[in-house]
């Protein structure tokens, strides 16, 4: 069974702080994504990876950067932590293309920032 | 854009009653369709997909989902529901064009009465 570990499930932080969530995947898959989940938003992609060292700006990538240094770790960065960016971070990798391939999601690692 | 509509935010339903959660998404090309499941403390996982061939597709516990290309539609249903069906619905959407994006509906909440 696919496993997709998020480093961490709360965090808090302080505004301004610079802020590492890291995700793992056991399973060789090429695609790893980060969602942020808000109430009645659904999910949203900040950033996607299709191999490694690639990177693809999703849809609110703002405020954020990623690294893909090796095929089974994709971490989230955000360089200087904001209240508005207190919400909950999904993880996920698929196998080759997504337009086929089913997404495995990791737990979420709630963050607040205060 | 893609962006994908689900109609109703809060579902409440009594145990054994039937269920239909409405999707609607916005692009017309070749479109692959999923339904995620997230029940309450877990994280999301595939409920049903549908890439080609017969329209109606089945699903795990008893969920089933009926393609409609005409009206950009993808409703999740279930004849009788039961007090574990309790949870977030979210319909996504791929579309080739726009690699490997997938783009989530905003969710639906279904409470189910026991």
């Known amino acids: 069974d696919v496993k997709v570990t998020q480093s961490s499930r709360y965090l808090v932080k302080r505004t301004g702080e610079k802020v590492f969530l890291e995700c793992v995947q056991d399973?060789?898959?090429?695609?790893m994504f980060w969602y942020r989940q808000d109430p009645g938003l659904g999910l949203r992609l900040i950033y996607f990876?299709?191999?490694?060292?690639?990177?693809e700006k999703g849809d609110i990538p703002e405020g954020y950067s990623v690294s893909r240094e090796k095929k089974e770790r994709f971490s989230l960065i955000l360089e200087s932590a904001s209240t508005n960016q207190t919400s909950m971070y999904l993880c996920?990798?698929?196998?080759?293309?997504?337009?086929?391939?089913?997404?495995?999601f990791g737990n979420g690692t709630r963050l607040t920032v205060t | 854009a893609q962006s994908v509509s689900q109609h109703n935010h809060h579902v409440i339903l009594s145990e054994a009653a039937s269920l239909e959660l409405g999707c609607n998404y916005s692009?017309?090309?070749?479109?692959?369709l999923f339904w995620y499941v997230q029940y309450p403390g877990q994280h999301l996982q595939l409920l049903l997909k549908?890439?080609?061939?017969?329209?109606l597709v089945k699903g795990i516990k008893g969920f089933e989902a009926e393609f409609i290309k005409s009206k950009f539609s993808f409703n999740l249903r279930k004849p009788s529901v039961q007090w574990s069906d309790t949870a977030e619905y979210f319909c996504?959407?791929?579309?080739?064009?726009?690699?490997?994006?997938?783009?989530f509906g905003a969710g639906t909440i279904l409470r189910v009465k026991s």
């Open positions: 996920a990798s698929g196998q080759g293309s997504s337009y086929n391939s089913p997404l495995h």
């Open positions: 399973m060789d898959h090429e695609n």
């Open positions: 990876s299709y191999d490694v060292k690639m990177k």
């Open positions: 692009y017309g090309g070749t479109v692959n």
């Open positions: 549908y890439f080609s061939g017969d329209p």
């Open positions: 996504a959407v791929n579309a080739v064009e726009y690699g490997n994006k997938l783009v």
